[in-house]
Structure formats: C-alpha cells, structure tokens
C-alpha cells in the first residue's frame, strides 16, 4: 500500500563520491548562501523552469538501470546536486552506535508483523523561497536546492517483497461520489457565479488546456465530495470556455496530483481529465492555459510566476499579511505579489468556501502597464 509518507533520499553534489557528504554546513556558509539566494530572488531570476522540469520528468521515466543509481538536479548556483536513487529499498531512519543500519519505523502506526516499508516511486519536493533554509541549514550540498528527489512510501510484505494494494474506496463508490458532487455542482449557485465571472470577465482569446494542481484524491473516505467538486469545476470551466468561439472546441484538461491512485484515475479520465505525473503539469503550463489549485502544499504561485503567463489563474486570495514564514501552503513572495496584481485583474469566488475556500480568479489583463508588457 502506499502511504500518506515520502521519504528524502541521500544527496551529494555532483563529483563526490560519498553520499550526505559536507553534512552540515558552517553558520557563516548558511547565511552567505541566504544573501546569494535573495540577491538572486532581488534580480529576477527564476528560481524554477520547464526545462529542469522536463529533465526530472525524463529521468522519472527512466529504469533503475537507465538511472545508474541516482537523480541529478541543478542548484540555483549552477552547481549539480545527486540524489541517490533507493527506489525498492527500505529506508533507514539512522545508524546506531554499532555502525548498524536502523530501518525507518512509524511508532505512531506500527506495521504488522512481515511487513516493511518501501520507497516505492521518485517524486519531486518543491521547496519555495521561504522554506529552503529549513533544509540548507542540515547539508551543504542542498544550500542552493530548491527541488530535490524524494520516494514515495509503500508497505511490502518482507518475504515476498510484494507491494501490498492501498486499501481505498471501491471504484463504484467513487464513481458515484464524483457523478452525486458533479451534479450538485452544477445545480449550486456558486456554480453559476463562476459561470457569470468567466462570461463577463475579458479573458485572452486562443486559450487551450486547463491544468489543475492538488485537487487531491476522490476515495480517501473523508473530504472526497470537497475534492470531486474541485474537479467538477474544472470541467465547468472547460464547457464555459467552449462557447467562445475564439477558443478551440477541444480544449484540453489536465490534473497533477501524487496521491492519485487507480480508482481516481480512473473516474478523473472517465470525465474527460488527462492525469499527468509529477512533474509533468507544469510542463504543460503556457500563456495559453488556465491554471487551477486550490490550497496545495507546494509554491504553485512561485512556480507559476516563473515559468508562464497563464490567461487565468485560480488560486488562493492574496492575504494582505501574510505570515512571516509565508505560511505552510502555496506561499507568496512580494515579487509573486507583484506578479499577480500587474498582471492580473483579481475576480474574488466567495459563495463556496466549503469546497474551495477563498479563492480568486486572476484574469491576465489585455493591456498590462507599458513598463511591464513585455
């Protein structure tokens, strides 16, 4: 099964030949490297881009073989940063005095006896500008890393080394929690404003994908009507778009989400919605899509910002105080602020925090400032 766990691998910066080597770094090296990263945040430069994306989305695809034992990542200071690949191994919590390995365990929910866990698939840690000191204070060779490789967790049996399936909600289930949330949906008034925000609003013609991040899983057995809605709406926007005729009949919808099992991909593709691995949906975002996410637990506006244009962006309100750390989801920076309100005219959704919480439609302006159209 796998669970709601991931797993940071070792790293090392390219060259070396230990893994966590120069593990923690000296406090004067931690704040040169803060200044240099905000020097760089200060001077515009993109803290992430579609082409490291289509590397890492490269390498993902790749066997354990074709790996040759590891992940590579550039730092924002150009330096090339490793991360061991331990996909099918168990992973180990320390070392104890002895020299012995220690396997992770979770005190707070044991695993029955034979089993194990495994760290099953590589996926990406998105780190935004207020949460890299968090992790560059620990190992010098992550002081300029803003994305690093970590494995998703799974339960295995420790004779057989066979997987156990995630125990989720069958799939009729899901089925009907998606077809009774799409209906409600659709006959709800905060369905209708979103109707009425999207006919009024001016938004760029020639618009053809819709990528939606961190809609979350549909059989989780709790907040799954919350995150079907989510997903219906996603559909909503795409038939509301349709009937521009400056814009294809066929555009196209997209979802990112690690947490998506089979049941869900099942359902989320039985709608008509292109299921993308991580992280392959920010490859997909340009100045022709829209882009929807909801509360997620990575900096989709920091991401955004750097890599695109988007006609229309959903997303959460902009908090006029923010907390000082940025606050623990999709955290803003003055310069994403910026972004956000020199290019966009903000339409607030405020009739179903239930389902969506306060979020805003950001409608990528016709004529931005003169000083910041290009």
């Known amino acids: 099964m796998t669970c709601a766990m991931a797993w940071i691998g070792r790293s090392r910066l390219a060259g070396s030949t230990e893994w966590d080597d120069d593990e923690v770094p000296e406090p004067e090296e931690v704040v040169e490297a803060a200044a240099k990263r905000q020097a760089l945040y200060d001077a515009g430069v993109p803290f992430f881009t579609k082409e490291i994306f289509q590397d890492l989305s490269r390498q993902f695809k790749m066997t354990p073989a074709e790996r040759k034992g590891k992940f ?51 996926q990406t840690f998105y780190m935004s500008m207020q949460k890299i000191d968090n992790f560059a204070s620990d190992k010098s060779q992550l002081l300029y890393c803003n994305l690093m490789v970590i494995f998703s967790l799974a339960v295995r049996s420790k004779l057989t080394k066979e997987v156990i399936p995630m ?27 979103l109707r009425s925000i999207l006919a009024s609003a001016q938004i760029p013609s020639g618009v053809s994908k819709i990528v939606a991040f961190a809609c979350g899983t549909l059989s989780a057995g709790w907040e799954d009507s919350r995150r079907a809605t989510q997903h219906a709406a996603l559909l909503t926007i795409r038939d509301a778009l349709q009937k521009n005729p400056e814009n294809p009949d066929d555009i196209k919808c997209y979802a990112q989400d690690p947490v998506y099992n089979d049941a869900d991909k099942a359902v989320i593709e039985g709608a008509g919605i292109s299921v993308l691995d991580d992280p392959c949906g920010f490859t997909e975002v340009d100045d022709s899509s829209i882009v929807l996410s909801i509360s997620p637990n990575i900096p ?32 803003l920076t003055r310069r994403h602020v910026r972004w956000l309100r020199d290019f966009y005219k903000e339409f607030q959704f405020s009739h179903d925090v239930e389902n969506f919480g306060g979020i805003s439609i950001f409608v990528r302006r016709v004529d931005p400032p003169p000083n910041l159209a290009n």
């Not at 920091?302 to 750390?325: K, T």
């Open 167 to 193: 125990a989720v909600a069958p799939l009729e289930e899901v089925q009907e929690c998606f077809r009774a949330s799409s209906l409600a949906w659709e006959a709800s008034e905060p369905c209708r404003e």
């Open 72 to 122: 590579s990542v550039p730092g924002l200071d150009g330096r090339i940063v490793e991360f061991q690949d331990g996909t099918g191994t168990t992973p180990i919590s320390h070392v104890d005095e002895d020299g012995n390995a220690v396997e992770f365990r979770d005190w707070s929910n044991p695993l029955s006896e034979g089993l194990e866990y495994v760290m099953h698939r590589p």
């Open 300 to 331: 989709v506006r920091q991401i955004i910002s750097d890599i695109a244009r988007p006609a229309v962006v959903i997303l959460d309100q902009i908090r006029e105080e923010p907390p000082p750390d940025g606050g623990d989801t999709d955290p």
